[in-house]
């Protein structure tokens, strides 16, 4: 009994991409030593800035926020205004080296969370910088000239997640030239396989080039 040839296996693969939305608010703080004192767990917030379609602010505390962790240190909120939402977010807060004009980053970023404006828990629509930066160790660096901060926030809002089918290599078939092929046939009598004696002259022919063009040729052939 023949064996039944195996099937060729298929394969196929997909892939899962986010779609995301990116954007950067810069705050500058003019005055610093002005805002020193204002009090523990006291802040001034920034405007308010759009980033993927949702409404953000930077809440300052130029003397730290009410915990413990923030004692002698600056803290900074990023903070979901647009009220009955849940976003997912990642983002980053950096201070502006003013002599260098760079942004420093790397202060702190935070992986993706949920910020939530869904309840009436502050807590879901805040995400905090208790410690962001010693104030000695910022009064003494390049990042307060002047009297001045710039403090930046990078949102990258994470949209949805896609999942496309991915396509295998496609290969790019030519136009058939066959017919103008076997027309030449006939001319270089290369590959023939049959030959006809006419009055002493050997003509080189093509067995399936005759067939084609007579049915009765293809029964003697």
């Not at 080296?97 to 760079?102: A, F, I, R, S, T």
Request: hydrophobic residues 35%; contains cysteine.
């Amino acid at each position: 009994m023949a064996s039944v040839p195996e099937r060729p296996a298929t394969k196929t693969s997909s892939r899962c991409t986010a779609l995301t939305v990116r954007g950067t608010h810069a705050f500058e703080i003019d005055d610093y030593s002005l805002h020193r004192g204002l009090g523990k767990g006291k802040f001034i917030r920034s405007a308010a800035f759009d980033v993927g379609g949702y409404s953000w602010s930077i809440d300052y505390y130029p003397d730290g926020n009410s915990s413990e962790r923030s004692n002698g240190s600056i803290s900074v909120f990023l903070r979901l205004l647009t009220s009955k939402v849940e976003v997912r977010a990642q983002y980053e807060f950096r201070l502006l080296d003013q002599n260098k004009g760079l942004s420093c980053s790397g202060f702190h970023r935070i992986k993706p969370s949920v910020f939530s404006t869904m309840e009436a828990d502050p807590n879901t629509e805040q995400k905090k910088m208790d410690d962001f930066i010693n104030m000695s160790n910022l009064e003494s660096s390049e990042y307060l000239k002047g009297d001045r901060l710039v403090i930046e926030c990078d949102v990258t809002v994470i949209k949805e997640t896609r999942v496309l089918l991915v396509e295998g290599p496609k290969v790019q078939v030519p136009q058939s030239n066959m017919s103008h092929n076997f027309g030449k046939l006939p001319e270089t009598g290369e590959a023939s396989d049959v030959a006809f004696s006419v009055e002493g002259e050997v003509f080189q022919a093509h067995k399936i080039v005759l067939a084609v063009q007579s049915y009765i040729q293809s029964r003697v052939l």
